[in-house]
């Protein structure tokens, strides 16, 4: 599974894995839309002879119908009536573009160049997956579900990481406001707030910045980067608490062995937290 960024589209992207079949999967709208292309290959080599296929049948068109009078106002009735009457005759044909352009329908959508195919919303793809085969429907919606669970966990990860670089601010200022004499260059300040830096580092993590990278050389960014969602809950806390400890007047020694105590403490009731929400 992998996800990315379309700059040329301006769409999300995803990538899952089905039964050694690569499927796309797109945003449109805050929708997710599946590649029907993708899921076609697995039956052939042929991805538009079977969409085609699908299209022609008339619990396909009924379907599709039902789907865009519940959430497409501007759906046309009277064109896919048309449709639906000559659904299943030896001589019908329907191409997913014409079905969009006549019913103007929002469920398909058919995409030419790079990254092009006919996509459709996820609860028409499932169906058509049913279609190629059950069992491949059973494994999709499997993979689709823990492609989900993955970004709802880096949601909550970049929610997290947000919340400590505001809370980062907080803290700066707190060191700018007592730390930092005025007549101090700017190197000399920058390794003031690096050293305070380190202060959380050492408390959480146990190691500072260089220390980390002095045994990562391979890997980029610093080490919150690689923080956990209840590192970066514990750090965003101990923030704002060192910024209240600076203001105090408390010293840099004083105040590494209260937050260490404060991480510990934290961190065993955040895993005791969520190991509960894993057991039930």
């Known amino acids: 599974m992998s996800i990315l960024y379309n700059k040329e589209t301006f769409y999300s992207m995803a990538k899952i894995t089905v039964k050694d079949t690569d499927i796309t999967i797109i945003q449109n709208n805050s929708n997710d839309y599946i590649a029907l292309t993708d899921i076609a290959r697995f039956k052939s080599d042929d991805p538009t002879a079977v ?19 519940l959430y497409n ?41 790079r990254y092009g195919g006919t996509f459709a919303h996820k609860d028409i793809a499932f169906k058509f997956a049913a279609w190629i085969s059950v ?26 990481r947000e919340l400590s670089k505001i809370n980062y601010h907080i803290h700066t200022d707190a060191i700018k406001q007592n730390l ?8 000399q300040t920058s390794i003031i707030y690096a050293n305070e830096a380190d202060v959380l580092n050492v408390a959480l993590f146990g190691i500072t ?21 209840n590192e970066l809950i514990c750090l965003s806390n101990m923030e704002n ?13 004083e105040r590494l062995i209260r937050l260490n ?12 937290v969520e190991n509960r929400k894993l057991l039930k």
């Open 51 to 69: 969409i085609a296929n699908w299209l022609r049948n008339r619990n396909t068109l009924e379907y599709l119908g039902i789907w865009e009078s």
């Open 73 to 113: 106002p501007d759906f046309k009735p009277l064109e896919f009536e048309g449709f639906r009457k000559q659904a299943g005759l030896n001589a019908f044909t329907l191409a997913p573009q014409k079905w969009i352009e006549t019913t103007n329908a929002i469920g398909l959508i058919s995409k030419s160049g």
């Open 135 to 160: 069992e491949f429907e059973l494994y999709f919606i499997k993979e689709f579900q823990r492609l989900k669970d993955e970004e709802q966990k880096l949601i909550g990860w970049t929610a997290k």
């Open 180 to 187: 930092i004499p005025p007549e101090l260059t700017t190197k």
């Open 209 to 229: 910045a260089k220390e980390w990278r002095d045994k990562n050389p391979n890997m980029k960014g610093n080490i919150r980067d690689y923080a956990s969602v």
């Open 241 to 253: 608490i060192n910024a209240v400890l600076i203001n105090d007047g408390i010293s840099q020694k």
């Open 261 to 272: 105590k404060i991480a510990i403490q934290q961190m065993r009731i955040l895993e005791n």
